[in-house]
T-cell receptor
Framework: GENVEQHPSTLSVQEGDSAVIKCTYSDSASNYFPWYKQELGKRPQLIIDIRSNVGEKKDQRIAVTLNKTAKHFSLHITETQPEDSAVYFCAASKTGGYNKLIFGAGTRLAVHP | DSGVTQTPKHLITATGQRVTLRCSPRSGDLSVYWYQQSLDQGLQFLIQYYNGEERAKGNILERFSAQQFPDLHSELNLSSLELGDSALYFC?????????????FGPGTRLTVT
């Protein structure tokens, strides 16, 4: 069935370091991969996404890479700041209109000053 | 603020009861999705509606039902509630043009079943 695995479940870094979160998806028909940031008690917030026709996308300090062959995609955060502390979720979907999101289990990122 | 609204913010009820959660999508969005977030199950897709019609179903229990009305707001009905139904319930909506697959989440309804 459809499944998204996400690692690590927790990640602790020092302010200014980089953080990398990795996901693997099972459904080869998936072609849209968003990342959401969720602060405690708040809604998931879309921070970056990538479609399968692109290998990498960058937005300021965050970037996402996709390896379609291996069915892996990753979130990279550079120059981390304390306000980056949150739970990050990867997800996989199709873009054809029946686009339910299959989420990974989440990564709790703690950035220490 | 994503533009998606949900009411109520919090709901406390007893086992066996029935509740209705309400969602208003962003202005003009035709698709509404419902997700359940619990500690042990993570974020799980429940159901999708598009312009009033059910489009996709996920792990939604038979005790749960949903609908989307002509004004595009949606309601999720949960009946015969059990302790395990305690969770955050989010709805999301997608644009009707452009990136139809992007989903923007509302603030959620926290349901506590006692």
């Amino acid at each position: 069935g459809e499944n998204v695995e996400q690692h690590p479940s927790t990640l602790s870094v020092q302010e200014g370091d980089s953080a990398v979160i990795k996901c693997t998806y099972s459904d080869s028909a998936s072609n849209y991969f968003p990342w959401y940031k969720q602060e405690l008690g708040k809604r998931p917030q879309l921070i970056i996404d990538i479609r399968s026709n692109v290998g990498e996308k960058k937005d300021q300090r965050i970037a996402v890479t996709l390896n379609k062959t291996a069915k892996h995609f990753s979130l990279h955060i550079t120059e981390t700041q304390p306000e980056d502390s949150a739970v990050y979720f990867c997800a996989a979907s199709k873009t054809g209109g029946y686009n339910k999101l299959i989420f990974g289990a989440g990564t709790r990122l703690a950035v220490h000053p | 603020d994503s533009g998606v609204t949900q009411t109520p913010k919090h709901l406390i009820t007893a086992t066996g009861q029935r509740v209705t959660l309400r969602c208003s999508p962003r202005s003009g969005d035709l698709s509404v999705y419902w997700y359940q977030q619990s500690l042990d199950q993570g974020l799980q897709f429940l159901i999708q509606y598009y312009n009033g019609e059910e489009r996709a179903k996920g792990n939604i229990l038979e005790r749960f039902s949903a609908q989307q009305f002509p004004d595009l707001h949606s309601e999720l009905n949960l009946s015969s509630l059990e302790l395990g139904d305690s969770a955050l319930y989010f709805c999301a909506s997608s644009p009707r043009q452009g990136k139809l697959y992007e989903q923007y989440f509302g603030p959620g309804t926290r349901l506590t079943v006692t």
